[in-house]
C-alpha cells in the first residue's frame, strides 16, 4: 500500500524558509510523477511543483518560480520542497501527491491526474 507523509511545515516570518519533506512508502514502480500542491482556506487546491520520476525534470507555477524549489532523493523516495522568500499568501496546507496517469505528462501541476495524496503539513507565513 503506497502511503505518502509530509513534514517540515511550521510558522514562518515573510521573507524566511521552510524545507517540506514527502516521504513515499511502498513501491512507486508505477507512477512517474511527484507533486507538491496547496490548499488555502476557501480556495481550491492548486499545484505549486513536480518531479518526473524518469527524468527528473521539475515544473513549477509562476507564483513560486525563483522561490520553490522541489527535489527528490531516488535513494530513500523522499521528495523535498525548498521554500524561500516565503509570503503570507503562500500560507496554506501544503500536499504531496503522486501520480500515473497519461494526462500528467502533459499536465504536470493538474490536480486531477493524481490518485494518492498524503494528509498535509500545515505551512503559515505570518510577521
Known amino acids: 500500500q503506497l502511503q505518502l507523509v509530509e513534514s517540515g511545515g511550521g510558522l514562518m516570518q515573510p521573507g524566511g524558509s521552510l524545507n517540506l519533506s514527502c516521504v513515499v512508502s511502498?513501491?512507486?514502480?508505477?507512477?512517474?510523477?511527484i507533486g507538491w500542491f496547496r490548499q488555502a482556506p476557501g480556495k481550491d487546491r492548486e499545484g505549486v511543483a513536480s518531479i518526473f520520476t524518469y527524468d527528473h525534470s521539475t515544473h513549477y507555477a509562476d507564483f513560486v518560480k525563483g522561490r520553490f524549489t522541489i527535489s527528490r532523493d531516488s535513494a530513500k523516495n523522499i521528495v523535498f520542497l525548498q521554500m524561500n522568500g516565503l509570503k503570507p499568501e503562500d500560507t496554506a496546507l501544503y500536499y504531496c501527491?503522486?501520480?500515473?496517469?497519461?494526462?500528467?505528462?502533459?499536465?504536470?501541476?493538474?490536480?486531477?491526474?493524481?490518485?494518492?495524496w498524503g494528509q498535509g503539513t500545515q505551512v503559515t507565513v505570518s510577521s
Open positions: 511502498g513501491s512507486m514502480s508505477d507512477y512517474h510523477t
Open positions: 501527491a503522486i501520480s500515473r496517469l497519461p494526462i500528467t505528462r502533459a499536465a504536470p501541476l493538474y490536480t486531477g491526474g493524481y490518485a494518492k
